[in-house]
């Protein structure tokens, strides 16, 4: 049973850069076939989709996020990370590391979800 | 990006009775659409793709329709565990964006 478990400081001051890995378990990162992805969930509001890797190192991000969004991954560790530069209260939000399947394009595991609150 | 909208934002239904929830891509998708359930406090669990294919362990009476502009998600019997927040999401266009939601409640 693969499981995702997300961590990383639930509080980051504004202007500073928000940090999260997301540990995969149950399965290797390196199996290709699937796409490792970030996506997060305004308190109270939809979901949105940051961004993903493949174990090879290939990115894509969402446009409205791609200045300041930078996804890796570490295969050794089974890991990928998430940076987000010069955040704002806006970026509030429950994140969220899913595994994206290739075959149909969605997403059929997720980690638990972590809340990261911006605030000073 | 596709906006993806769903309705109606809140569906009131009795237990038992069937569920129908719509979601409209701003333009097509062809049948490259998902549906999630999400209850309180947890991630989203897939239920379908490819607009009508339900995903595994996913109980029969969950179903999918449509391509194009308008799909819909029906609940054929309403259990007490289906009252929970549903979502669409494109797989057709990056980014895969999401729609709104719909929350479904016990009426």
């Known amino acids: 049973q693969v499981q995702l478990q997300e961590s990383g400081p639930g509080l980051v001051k504004p202007s500073q850069t928000l940090s999260l890995t997301c540990t995969v378990s149950g399965g290797s990162i390196s199996s290709g076939g699937y796409y490792w992805s970030w996506i997060r969930q305004h308190p109270g509001k939809g979901l949105e989709w940051i961004g993903y890797i493949y174990y090879s190192g290939s990115t894509y991000y969402n446009p409205s996020l791609k200045s300041r969004v930078t996804i890796s991954v570490d295969t050794s560790k089974n890991q990928f990370s998430l940076k987000l530069s010069s955040v704002t209260a806006a970026d509030t939000a429950v994140y969220y590391c899913?595994?994206?399947?290739?075959?149909?394009?969605?997403?059929?595991?997720w980690g638990q979800g972590t809340l990261v609150t911006v605030s000073s | 990006e596709i906006v993806m909208t769903q309705s109606p934002a809140t569906l009131s239904v009795s237990p038992g009775e069937r569920a129908t929830l719509s979601c409209r891509p701003s333009q097509s998708v062809s049948s490259n659409l998902a549906w999630y359930q999400q209850k309180p406090g947890q991630a989203p669990r897939l239920l379908i793709y490819a607009a009508s294919t339900r995903a595994t362990g996913i109980p029969a009476r969950f179903s999918g329709s449509g391509s194009g502009t308008e799909f819909t998600l029906t609940i054929s019997s309403l259990q007490s565990e289906d009252f929970a927040v549903y979502y669409c999401?494109?797989?057709?266009?990056?980014?895969?964006?999401f729609g709104g939601g719909t929350k479904v409640e016990i009426k």
């Open positions: 899913a595994r994206g399947r290739m075959t149909t394009i969605t997403f059929d595991y």
């Open positions: 999401q494109q797989n057709d266009n990056w980014p895969h964006t």
